[in-house]
């Protein structure tokens, strides 16, 4: 025996092992409708390798793995089979490495310059200052805006009037 849980030409349901041909077990998980959901284990070389979280056949959730002597190498979330979260490698069962992951991205941190902790001031403050005139598009916009409440204001209080009795 292989596998257990399958049935030629039919969609895998249920519970799901596989073995090696020397009967070892390899994973072993569950399926819906041919999904792999849930908590699914893998083995490799006689000892658990990893442990993977599955939803609607896409890794989603948490992620270990393992080395040969039982410590935790990596531990990471994924969502929709894209690292999410948080992704910590090991060695020696120490944090060796962390890193940040939106949607399969590194989420890098920009660094502060030296100037700007010396200073504690932000390159933003340089760039505009409160006192300058903002450009003549953004000027006519809000003109525009103010004309508008305006409108509404009247045809509001135009309303009104016309509901009240005379």
């Given amino acids: 025996i292989k596998t257990q849980g399958s049935h030629l030409g039919h ?3 249920g519970h799901y092992q596989r073995y090696s041909r020397e009967m070892e077990l ?3 998980g569950q399926f819906e409708f041919g999904l792999q959901v849930g908590q699914w284990k893998y083995w490799q070389g006689g000892y658990l390798f990893q442990v993977v979280d599955f939803r609607k056949g896409a890794m989603h ?9 039982g410590r935790i190498e990596i531990e990471a979330e994924y969502r929709n089979n894209e690292l999410h979260g948080d992704y910590q ?5 120490e944090l060796s490495a962390s890193k940040k992951f939106r ?6 941190k920009p660094e502060k310059s030296e ?3 010396q200073t504690g001031e932000s390159s933003a403050t340089t760039e505009t200052s409160p006192s300058a005139a903002p450009p003549p598009a953004t000027v006519e916009r809000q003109e525009r805006i103010k004309e508008r409440r305006r409108s509404k204001s009247s045809s509001t209080s ?3 009037n016309q509901d009240r009795p005379s």
């Fill in 11 to 13: 969609l895998l349901h």
């Fill in 26 to 28: 390899q994973e072993e």
């Fill in 61 to 69: 959730g948490d992620f270990v793995q393992y080395a040969a002597d």
């Fill in 89 to 93: 490698l090991f060695e020696d069962g």
């Fill in 103 to 108: 949607q399969g991205e590194e989420v890098v």
């Fill in 115 to 117: 100037d700007l902790t």
């Fill in 158 to 160: 135009t309303r009104r």
